[in-house]
């Protein structure tokens, strides 16, 4: 059983920064990828940015350019997000995917003046 977290959500201005984390406990294979997806109310959720076991990194167009994913080790990440803009606003969520994905309750990101 895999249970992941999220933490680092909050209200910001637009141009503002933030950072998310994300701690993923339990049987975390090495070879598993870890990612954030985002999701606003009456729209699917989508892929922000997503880290290999190796260190690949891949982001949305959205956000190329201004946001970061980092992996600390094999089971935590970050996003570091800046030049933040109001249509940033979503839920945040992590995912560890090893076979089967597993996900977080998800953190919520404001950006607004």
């Known amino acids: 059983q895999v249970q992941v977290v999220e933490s680092g959500g909050g209200l910001v201005q637009p141009g503002g920064s933030l950072r998310l984390s994300c701690l993923a406990s339990?049987?975390?294979?090495?070879?598993?990828?870890m990612a954030w997806h985002r999701q606003v109310p009456g729209k699917e959720r989508e892929l922000v940015a997503v880290?290999?076991?190796?260190?690949?990194t891949n982001y949305a167009d959205s956000v190329k350019g201004r946001f970061t994913i980092s992996r600390d080790n094999v089971n935590t990440i970050y996003l570091q997000m800046n030049n933040l803009k109001p249509d940033d606003t979503a839920v945040y969520y992590c995912?560890?995917?090893?076979?089967?994905?597993?996900w977080g309750q998800g953190t919520q990101v404001t950006v607004s003046s």
């Open positions: 995912k560890v995917a090893q076979g089967y994905a597993f």
């Open positions: 339990g049987r975390i294979s090495r070879l598993a990828a």
């Open positions: 880290i290999s076991a190796s260190g690949t």
